[in-house]
């Protein structure tokens, strides 16, 4: 079988967890951690910025976690494929915020940033951003001093390396209106990668229910089978382990079941991903629905679980550490995915 196909087979079976690291997350050793941890936890997916050197940093944990899979009594079956992500500028995940002068230093900012991107300095640390835009909502109105950068890559450069650095999948954030635009970057993507799965993001934001019917239709057009959809309900909402934050990410996928997959033969077998506000409480909530999904796409929620541990000084050569983590990891893992 090739990678193609056991991706394929990941899907079809509904067992298909993606870890997001975030597509503006350019922290390689945080990456590689992750990586360490969610691999030993049955994640067979990660999502990670398009940078050559955090790609390899992925790889490098996944191949530490097969080192120390005995240790855990741990089997990995399938090698996690690495996903590179690349957006649209505008999309909320590759964009950086940065502060303007008018800020008043009043520090609301600093508690609500789920990455530690804002120090007391409060020059944001580009690095860490992964934009989800909560230094923005929590900064008081009238003064309003939060900004973006588009984090825009050289995608034609860019991709080619990236998948020589070991990554498999591509996926494009799309979340942002009007189609031409979008269309020419994701044939760029389609022709970086024509082997293997390429994803497009999507949420609600901009798009009506047909609109966003019509946008899988024209992106299944180009890459065929090869299409998956990430059905994005709030984008970087998943921080709460509740039903409530998860409603969109399972509503979405509801209306791309019922509008489209349910009606035209072509899209039965259609992937999509629930993600977007995903969390501990997502495949109960899609169950309880009886919304069908192919795989689950976590990252605030996953990531913070387990972020006071894979914080730690020392934490890949802490195997206690490492087995700490791993505990809440698992068992998100394994609620997420098909039994
Ligand atoms: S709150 Fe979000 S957008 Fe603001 S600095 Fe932190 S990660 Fe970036
Ligand atoms: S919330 Fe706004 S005003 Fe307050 S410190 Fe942050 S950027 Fe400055």
Known sequence: MNRFEVMRGLLADSKY???VCGAGNENAAEVRRLALVYTLAGANGFDVSAKPD???AC???IDLAYANADH???TVPVRPFITVSVGMPGDHHVRKAFIIDDCVSCDLCIPVCPTDAI???LEIIPELCIGCGNCEAACPPKVAAVRYRHNGKELAEL???CIEAGAENIELHAAVPGDDAILEEWAMVDAAQPDNYISMCLDRYHLSNVQLIERIRAAYEVAGERTIIQADGVPMSGGSDDHNTTLQAVAIADVIQKDLKDKERT???LPILLSGGTNGKTAEMARLCDVPYQGVSIGTHARGIVKGWVNEEGFEDDLEAVGRALGPAADLVSRSVAA
Do not use: A, N
Request: a positive charge; hydrophobic letters at 40%; zero cysteines.
């Open 267 to 269: 899209f039965r077998d």
């Open 72 to 74: 855990f009594g741990v």
């Open 54 to 56: 955090v790609v390899k």
């Open 159 to 161: 991709l080619p390396r």
């Open 17 to 19: 967890f993606k870890l």
């Open 59 to 61: 790889g490098e944990g």
């Open 119 to 121: 120090p007391e300095s």
